[in-house]
């Protein structure tokens, strides 16, 4: 499909505070509270989780992978009240509380992100990379491209 704007490879970045205004607003139950700290090459997430107790948690991420809109965020290591290991197969309980439409669990420990959700309906992106840097993510994009708002293209 030919686009009003178009591009064989497009970099962006993308800013960790607002990253984390995002994960806070789909925050759900039993997870009281949760921060992203990125910093290059490792985003580390930490928050709490209410059971009987306040239980804080650390994960640490050290890659991104991602294909078309689809991004894959393998957990590195996992740990509660700072040195307790956390089995792996634990996340797996989060699966019926995400929203299905964005987020996803899949073995041995791994979080699958559909973006699709925050792409506008005029624009096509394909995502080849994403690195995690300090203060957020860069991401190059292969070829893409983009069209005016459906409301405007006619008006």
């Given at each position: 499909?030919t686009r009003l704007i178009e591009?064989?490879?497009?970099?962006?970045?993308v800013n960790g505070d607002r990253?984390?205004?995002?994960?806070?607003?789909?925050?759900?139950?039993?997870?009281?509270?949760?921060?992203?700290?990125?910093?290059?090459?490792?985003?580390?997430?930490?928050?709490?989780?209410?059971?009987?107790?306040?239980?804080?948690?650390?994960?640490?991420?050290?890659?991104?992978?991602?294909?078309?809109?689809?991004?894959?965020?393998?957990?590195?290591?996992?740990?509660?009240?700072?040195?307790?290991?956390?089995?792996?197969?634990?996340?797996?309980?989060?699966?019926?509380?995400?929203?299905?439409?964005?987020?996803?669990?899949?073995?041995?420990?791994?979080?699958?992100?559909?973006?699709?959700?925050?792409?506008?309906?005029?624009?096509?992106?394909?995502?080849?990379?994403?690195?995690?840097?300090?203060?957020?993510?860069?991401?190059?994009?292969?070829?893409?491209?983009?069209d005016m708002p459906g409301d405007?293209?006619?008006?």
């Amino acid at each position: 499909m030919t686009r009003l704007i178009e591009w064989d490879t497009l970099g962006l970045r993308v800013n960790g505070d607002r990253i984390n205004d995002v994960v806070r607003s789909l925050r759900v139950d039993p997870i009281e509270r949760i921060t992203l700290h990125f910093s290059n090459g490792l985003l580390r997430v930490e928050g709490a989780v209410k059971k009987f107790i306040s239980v804080p948690f650390t994960i640490e991420i050290a890659e991104m992978i991602a294909s078309g809109t689809t991004v894959r965020v393998p957990v590195r290591s996992a740990s509660a009240f700072g040195a307790i290991p956390i089995p792996k197969f634990l996340f797996s309980l989060t699966q019926g509380k995400l929203p299905r439409d964005l987020i996803r669990f899949e073995e041995p420990a791994t979080f699958v992100i559909s973006l699709d959700r925050f792409l506008p309906t005029f624009v096509s992106a394909d995502i080849q990379k994403i690195w995690i840097i300090d203060g957020g993510l860069a991401v190059t994009l292969g070829r893409g491209g983009a069209d005016m708002p459906g409301d405007l293209q006619h008006g």
